[in-house]
């Protein structure tokens, strides 16, 4: 990307171009991460039986897609050429997670790993992004946090039944698949990627330029595990045993 | 998992406390977490069970509840995060109601919620809500007795001043001090509250005398009790008689961890011992209890698991100002029934009941 002159980034919301950089690889993370989710809705539809979940999984695979389209356009809107990659390790990662959950038919696990973990996240770290981003670009973040807040409504009362059915297996499950995905988003917005670059920035890692636009990772990681043991908390799994599992997450 | 008689309802003194207890919950395979990355953690955690905790009476009965943090940070506890930790307590206390707690102690800063904020507790719930502040005063009462009977001094002839004399805890001891002492010195933040404490006590055949400058009495006092709901910097050591005995019973801590008069002594009030037995799982008892003896814990947390244990789920202390010296009483026999008693006199160093001795010989 070109610089670009002071007038250009005021009508952007910006005063500088590393603040302009650093919304790009935001929304990168973004895109990308609604791209995982709409795959991943395509694959829970294959697992449904009945033909109503089926067709809710599909919407929901085309709100994804939809998400990502917004979030380009207003990257568009900001003379920003958003990327994605579904191959960057973190996603890919927990694609594949979700993927071995449903090679295994597990369609409990899938739907945790998707509205409950992934869906947390986005929830909690597109509000804070809402709050700082300028103008449309903070709009539509608002947006999408509360389409994907209703999500992670919906999973709840199916796992609240399936929880009551078998305390034991069903609060296993939750830390078998939060172990996977949730030390992966954990790692995501860790101060340091020891594996290296994510394969999503443009340039260098974007985590230690958040405070240029007013976030932190420790904001985002703070802010997601919130909403994510929020969500627990209402399917009804104990906290002493959520806290446990948080504490044991990467820093 | 067997029900629960009780929620106890705390929040962490220190950041190295609350990276004590999260690092514990991360397991000795994974590093311990540092307090400075925790900050970034902790206020966003919301308030729920950390622990199940069973205690069991002297007598053999037990009764089983849980430990709810509200995590709030350490070090805002201050007045100008009072909406936001009052929100966290509030929380908790829901949680208390969620767990099925037949009733909850609010401990150390939550207790505010049951002092002037009762409107806010959850409405329409089967849990009683007790502060616990009659049995911390009943330890707190037990603990200058000792005191003073290993300094060898007389308790009708101290003049006492109580900081913090208008909060619940203050003018309990206040209540129950009255009548036993020389004189009364009487300090606070508020004056009409504090004028109110004054007035009622002005029946007592002792000497009260209150202000809202603690300099004017710092030097009249042979004893003290800090029980102020935050640090009390403007107390100095030089300011107070040498010889005075001092009892810290806030929490956080009133006085700095050093702080001692030069012939005196300071010790921690309101701290209880269970001698029957205490379990918490996962074990953080160690990290709770900081202090050298076994199963010592405040005194308002107890008194949610000593009614648990006597099956009388009411809100024995509620409101600001209604503890008698008759309730004291009543909460301390039902204490000594069930084998709670006063925990060895200690400071954030260990045992200083050696120390007071020491002042025997030398004022005399």
């Known amino acids: 990307m070109k610089n670009t002159n002071l007038r250009q980034l005021a009508a952007h919301g910006c005063s500088t171009n590393e603040q302009l950089h650093v919304w790009r690889d935001i929304l990168a993370q973004a895109v990308t991460g609604e791209l995982v989710g ?113 999500h992670i409504g919906h999973a709840v009362e199916m796992l609240q039944a399936e929880r009551a059915g078998d305390l034991k297996s069903f609060d296993a499950k939750v830390l078998g698949v939060h172990e996977e995905v949730m030390t992966t988003l954990a790692e995501m917005v860790a101060r340091e990627d020891p594996a290296g670059h994510c394969g999503l920035c443009e340039g260098n890692c974007v985590k230690p330029s958040l405070p240029c636009v007013g976030l932190s990772t420790g904001e985002l990681r703070g802010a997601s595990l919130r909403r994510y043991l929020q969500t627990l908390d209402e399917i009804g799994l104990p906290g002493e045993s959520t806290l446990a599992w948080i504490a044991r997450l990467p820093i | 998992m067997p029900s629960v008689d009780f929620a106890l309802i705390g929040h962490l003194e220190s950041w190295s406390t609350a990276a004590a207890v999260i690092s514990a919950l991360r397991g000795a395979d994974r590093p311990a977490i540092r307090s400075e990355e925790l900050r970034e953690i902790l206020p966003w955690i919301p308030p729920r069970t950390v622990c199940r905790v069973t205690i069991t009476s002297s007598n053999g009965s037990e009764a089983h509840g849980v430990y709810i943090d509200s995590f709030i940070p350490p070090d805002r506890l201050a007045e100008r995060f ?20 037949k009733i909850a102690a ?6 505010i919620l049951l002092e002037g904020n009762i409107g806010a507790l959850p409405r329409n719930s089967r849990t009683a809500f007790t502060t616990g502040n009659t049995l911390t005063v009943a330890l707190i009462m037990r603990g200058l007795e000792c005191a003073l009977e290993f300094a060898g001094r007389d308790l009708g002839r101290a003049n006492v001043l109580i900081i913090g004399a208008s909060g ?36 007592s055949r002792t000497p009260v005398h209150s202000g809202t400058d603690l300099a004017q009495f710092s030097s009249q006092a042979d004893l003290v009790i800090c029980a102020a709901s935050m640090p009390a910097p ?20 009133n006085l700095l961890p050093g702080f001692a008069p030069a012939e005196g002594a300071v010790f921690f009030g309101g701290l209880g011992q269970v001698r ?46 209604r503890i008698t010296p008759q309730r004291v009483q009543e909460i301390w026999d039902l ?26 010989g030398e004022v005399r």
């Open chain 1, 38 to 150: 709409a795959l991943n809705y395509e694959t829970l539809a294959e697992l449904c039986d009945d033909a109503t979940e089926k067709a809710e999984a599909l919407d929901h695979a085309t709100s994804e897609r939809s998400h990502a389209a917004r979030f380009n356009t207003a990257g568009r809107e900001m003379g920003l050429n958003v990327g994605s990659n579904l191959d960057a390790s973190y996603w890919k990662r927990i694609r594949e997670a979700f993927l071995s959950r449903a090679r295994a038919n597990d369609f409990v696990g899938c739907v945790i790993a998707q509205e409950v973990m992934l869906e947390s996240f986005a929830v909690a770290s597109y509000q804070l992004v809402a709050a700082k981003a300028p103008g449309k670009l903070g709009s539509t973040f608002a947006e999408i946090a509360r389409e994907e807040g209703e």
């Open chain 2, 82 to 101: 009072l909406r936001e930790n009052l929100a966290r307590v509030r929380q908790a206390a829901e949680y208390a109601v969620r767990e099925g707690a």
């Open chain 2, 106 to 111: 609010l401990g150390g800063f939550s207790s």
């Open chain 2, 168 to 203: 619940d805890v203050g003018s309990g001891c206040a209540r129950c001090l009255a009548p036993r002492v020389s004189q009364l010195l009487l300090c606070a933040r508020n004056p009409n509250r504090l004028q109110a404490l004054a007035t009622e006590l002005s029946e």
């Open chain 2, 234 to 253: 403007a107390l100095s050591p030089e300011a107070l008689s040498p010889e005075a005995i001092i009892c810290d019973v806030g929490y956080p801590k």
């Open chain 2, 276 to 321: 029957g037995r205490l379990r918490l799982h996962p074990d953080l008892l160690g990290i709770l209890n900081p202090q050298p003896f076994p199963d010592i814990v405040h005194g308002c947390l107890l008194e949610g698991m000593l009614l648990a244990l006597d099956r009388r789920f009411e809100p024995f202390s509620q409101g600001r100002g």
């Open chain 2, 335 to 360: 204490a000594q029934k069930h084998g709670i008693t006063l925990g060895p006199l200690c400071d954030a160093d260990g045992p200083v009941e050696a120390r007071i001795s020491d002042l025997a």
